[in-house]
């Protein structure tokens, strides 16, 4: 168990390389935009609209910490925890998305 713990700590220790933060700030935007375009899609939709808002911001905040703060993996893994949780929120808000589903 010391060793197992030993190893994990060790890994919230490291740092993403430049590349690999390249890569999470991109999947972090694509999943912003994915939502912008369901947004888009139901213009009228208030809660895609709240749901947006919300990833547009932690997307943002998350690419910030990244870029100029830190980059250790402890601090993404928490950044894209809390983005992917908020992109589910936005596919949840769809209502187009709903029905397609329901069609399935």
């Known amino acids: 168990h010391k060793a197992a713990l030993k190893v994990e700590n060790d890994t919230w220790q490291l740092h993403l390389t430049p590349q690999q933060q390249g890569h999470m700030r991109g999947f972090w935007k694509k999943m912003r935009s994915r939502c912008y375009d369901y947004w888009m899609d139901e213009i009228d939709n208030d809660a895609l609209m709240h749901a947006h808002t919300i990833l547009q911001e932690a997307t943002s905040r998350c690419c910030m910490t990244l ?5 250790h993996v402890k601090s993404t893994a928490v950044c894209h925890e809390e983005l992917v949780m ?3 929120n936005c596919r949840k808000a769809s209502t ?5 589903m329901a069609q399935a």
């Open 96 to 100: 187009k998305r709903k029905a397609m």
């Open 67 to 71: 870029k100029e703060r830190t980059s």
């Open 86 to 88: 908020l992109f589910e």
